[in-house]
Structure formats: C-alpha cells, structure tokens
C-alpha cells in the first residue's frame, strides 16, 4: 500500500515570505499523480496543485509551486509571497495511474502571521 | 452548479443508533468516494463507487455500508453507530478518463457518537 508522510504537523510563516512543506510517499509504481490539497477553517478541500509523475517539470499555479524528486520520492510545496488567506491546513496525495484509491498525509497546519 | 452536497452537515448519534449520509453529485461523475478525517490522521477511504450499482471496500471500510443506485448519489451507512465513528466524513467524486483524478469535495458531514 502506498503511504504520504508530513513530517511538519505545523508551520508558520511571516506575510508575504516564502514556505516550504514538505512531503515524501513510499510506492513501487512508476506512473502516478500527486496532490497538494487545501483545507481552510470552512473545512472544504481545495485543490492546489497536481504533478503527474511521468512529467519531469515541476507543476506551478500562481504562487504555488512544487518540488518533486521522483527517485527522492518527495513532493514538496512552496508558497511564495505567503498571504493571510493561506492559512489552512495542507496535506498531500497520492494516487496510482488508473486507481481510485486517493492516499492522504496527516497534513500540515500553516498559520501565515501579519 | 451545486457540485458535491452532502447532507446532513451536522448529527449527533447515540450508540447503537443507526443513519444515513447521502451525497449528491451534478457533475455527472463516475466516480465517487466516502472518507473520514480524523485529528492528526488525514483523510481515509472508507468505501468507493466506480459507477452505478458498483461499491468497493477502501482503506477503512469496518461498520459502514454504502450504495449507489443512481449515479448522481453516493449513500453512506452506518448500521450501528460506535464511538469510534465520530469524524468528519468527506464524500468527493470525479470524471472517469484521461485527466482525471481531481477530486471536487463536499463540505463534510460532522458526526458524533455518544
């Protein structure tokens, strides 16, 4: 079975600096997708960004960016000019090609200070 | 486009007790899924639909049932309500093909077991 591990329970960080959270995944797979989800106080899971596996280039939406090392198998997420609105929890996702078993991390709560 | 609801948003349940939790789609998914958030545990699969009539057991499946007569709805069971199932239970759903694999989330269903 595939597991995503968090290893930060919590992170915080200064408005408008840049943060970095951190995630690794254990599988034997070569094809697969990988997630960054938000989920602020209203409880609802946002999407922040997805990473195919077999794509070498890293995965960008706006300010949010990834980090991933496939033979690491890490998958990392930086939140560049870090606004008020960031605050939430993050957890990251794992799915195989063709699978519909999604796998989450623990997550990670980030507090973004004025 | 109302996406995913779930109803109810809230219960409280005594042991023993029995209920339902019905999720709705309008994006005519084929597949849908039931999670559980849990403090410090993420979120993990109960049971999921790849189609109508079709269910599988997910990571956690032990106390619940679920069923899918119609596409549009995704119900889950719980026969005889414990303690343990006290959680937040995510229903979420996306398109069967190529691209897939973005989940669209309800809002939760918050549920306590005395």
């Known amino acids: 079975a595939q597991t995503v591990t968090q290893s930060q329970p919590e992170m915080s960080v200064q408005e408008a600096e840049t943060v970095t959270l951190s995630c690794t995944y254990d599988?034997?797979?070569?094809?697969?997708?990988l997630f960054w989800y938000k989920q602020p106080p209203s409880r609802q899971m946002i999407l922040v960004i997805r990473?195919?596996?077999?794509?070498?280039q890293n995965a960008t939406e706006n300010r949010f960016s990834v980090n991933f090392q496939k033979a690491a198998k890490s998958f990392s997420l930086k939140i560049s000019d870090s606004q008020l609105g960031d605050t939430a929890m993050y957890f990251c996702?794992?799915?195989?090609?063709?699978?519909?078993?999604?796998?989450f991390g623990a997550g990670t709560r980030l507090t973004v200070k004025p | 486009n109302a996406g995913v609801t779930q109803t109810p948003k809230f219960r409280v349940l005594k042991t023993g007790q029995s209920m339902t939790l019905l999720c709705a789609q309008d994006?005519?998914?084929?597949?849908m899924y039931w999670y559980r958030q849990d403090p410090g545990m993420g979120l993990r699969l109960i049971h999921y639909?790849?189609?109508?009539?079709?269910?599988a057991k997910g990571e956690v499946p032990d106390g619940y049932n679920v069923s899918r007569l119609k596409k549009q709805n995704f119900l889950l069971g719980l026969e005889s309500a414990a303690p343990s199932q006290t959680s937040v239970y995510f229903c979420?759903?996306?398109?069967?093909?190529?691209?897939?694999?973005?989940?669209?989330f309800g809002a939760g269903s918050r549920l306590t077991v005395l």
């Open positions: 979420a759903s996306t398109r069967q093909g190529s691209g897939a694999n973005v989940l669209t």
């Open positions: 599988t034997s797979e070569s094809n697969y997708y």
């Open positions: 990473q195919e596996a077999y794509k070498q």
């Open positions: 996702a794992f799915m195989k090609h063709n699978n519909n078993d999604m796998r």
């Open positions: 994006m005519n998914h084929e597949y």
């Open positions: 639909s790849v189609g109508e009539g079709t269910t």
